[in-house]
């Protein structure tokens, strides 16, 4: 099995938000920016697997500031942690005032995505090389998250290590 960088993975969505996107206060939709979130992993996920995947869980996320009709989302996401089928796609929202250019921090998610085969059954998918400080933090918080929400379901799948 082959090894890919974390660069391989990385995938940004910009959108403006528009007045269907948001409510009548003006302000854009959780479900629309969860939307774009899943969109934006899928897009990181299949970069790094060039297999399909399933999103199979989603781990925390808040909004931390409102987004405004006008305003520019965009969601950037990358492949964190890679395990035997799964991988940890980290992704953050920010969101951009056009008329000052003020960008500000929306959120962040961890979403686990594994790569199946044509019947719908977890596929193995290549390592993940890491080459940046950055790289090897986002993949030991991934394993740690990846304990958490293992033990949580009741499973003891192995732990994999870079
Ligand atoms: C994803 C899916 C194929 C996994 O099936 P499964 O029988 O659990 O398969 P496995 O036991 O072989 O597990 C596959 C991988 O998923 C991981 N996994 C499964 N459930 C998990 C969970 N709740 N949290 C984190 N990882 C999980 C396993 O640890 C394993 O990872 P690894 O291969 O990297 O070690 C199956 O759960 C599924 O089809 N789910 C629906 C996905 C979907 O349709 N999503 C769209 C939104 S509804």
Do not use: W
């Not at 929202?93 to 019947?119: F, P």
């Not at 030991?140 to 994999?160: D, F, N, P, S």
């Amino acid at each position: 099995m082959t090894s890919k960088p974390v660069s391989t993975s990385h995938s940004v969505l910009s959108v403006v938000a528009l007045p269907r996107d948001a409510n009548h206060y003006g302000t854009v939709y959780g479900g629309t920016l969860m939307g774009l979130v899943d969109q934006a992993a899928y897009a990181a996920a299949i970069r790094h697997a060039r297999l399909p995947v399933v999103t199979v869980c989603v781990d925390h996320l808040t909004f931390l500031c409102p987004v405004h009709i006008g305003d520019v989302m965009t969601v950037k996401a990358s492949v964190n942690y890679v395990g035997r089928t799964s991988m940890e796609v980290g992704v953050r929202i920010e969101t951009e005032r056009l008329a000052t250019g003020e960008v500000e921090h929306v959120g962040s998610a961890y979403l686990t995505m594994v790569a199946v085969d044509a019947a719908g059954h977890p596929t193995p998918v290549a390592s993940l090389q890491l080459e940046t400080p950055d790289d090897h933090r986002r993949f030991a918080e991934a394993q740690a998250r990846r304990r958490g929400q293992l033990a949580r379901v009741g499973r003891t799948a192995e732990i994999h290590h870079g």
